[in-house]
């Protein structure tokens, strides 16, 4: 069954840079069938897209993040990552990582919450 | 981007209750639409792709219907485990967008 997990600090400070990671289990994040996708949730709101990465490295980011956010794979320690730079209030929510199939999230993590305070 | 509403934002209803939940494309999507159920404390779950395909394991109490701009979730018989919020997902293209979610309360 495959797993994905995500890790990283809870706690950011405002104008530093978020960064998690995603580690995939009992699966190949190399696989050609899938893309690999971070979404969010703020506290008690609804389901934002983040980004999408494919295991050759090609992105995609949603337009109100992008010139923000940096998502990177690591096929060598079937992982990926994702950076959120210049980070406020507004960017503190549950983190999850996912694998899409095209752009349908089939396995999700179980989420990481980021509080963004100083 | 493709724009996602749902309807109606929450929704009570008793055990047994048939509970339908719309969503409208801001433009036309054909099928591509997945519907997923969020438990409090827990990530996501897709119930449905492909507007109707219902994912392996999922009661055959939910089932999903619609093409182009408008789609519906159905819950023919509204289970205790059923209360919850529905999120509808355009995934017709990127930028992936979300509907704003149907919270399912117990009447």
């Known amino acids: 069954q495959l797993q994905l997990q995500e890790s990283g600090p809870g706690l950011v400070k405002p104008s530093e840079t978020l960064s998690l990671t995603c580690t995939v289990s009992?699966?190949?994040?190399?696989?050609?069938?899938?893309?690999w996708g971070w979404i969010r949730q703020p506290p008690g709101k609804g389901l934002e897209w983040i980004g999408t990465?494919?295991?050759?490295?090609?992105?995609y980011y949603n337009p109100s993040l992008k010139s923000r956010v940096t998502i990177s794979v690591d096929t060598s320690k079937n992982r990926f990552s994702l950076k959120l730079s210049s980070v406020t209030a507004a960017d503190t929510a549950v983190y999850y990582c996912?694998?899409?199939?095209?752009?349908?999230?089939?396995?999700w993590g179980q989420g990481t919450l980021v509080t963004v305070s100083s | 981007d493709i724009q996602m509403t749902q309807s109606p934002s929450s929704v009570s209803a008793s055990v047994g209750d048939r509970v339908t939940i719309t969503c409208r494309a801001s433009?036309?999507?054909?099928?591509?639409l997945a519907w997923y159920q969020q438990k409090p404390g827990k990530a996501p779950k897709v119930l449905v792709s492909?507007?109707?395909s219902l994912q392996s394991g999922v009661p055959s109490r939910f089932s999903g219907s619609g093409s182009g701009t408008d789609f519906t979730l159905t819950i023919s018989s509204l289970q205790p485990e059923d209360f919850a919020t529905y999120y509808c997902?355009?995934?017709?293209?990127?930028?992936?967008?979300f509907g704003g979610g149907t919270k399912v309360e117990i009447k």
């Open positions: 996912a694998r899409q199939v095209g752009t349908t999230s089939d396995y």
């Open positions: 009992d699966g190949s994040i190399s696989s050609s069938r899938y893309y």
């Open positions: 990465i494919y295991y050759s490295g090609s992105t």
């Open positions: 433009q036309g999507i054909s099928s591509w």
């Open positions: 492909a507007a109707s």
């Open positions: 997902q355009q995934a017709n293209s990127f930028p992936i967008t």
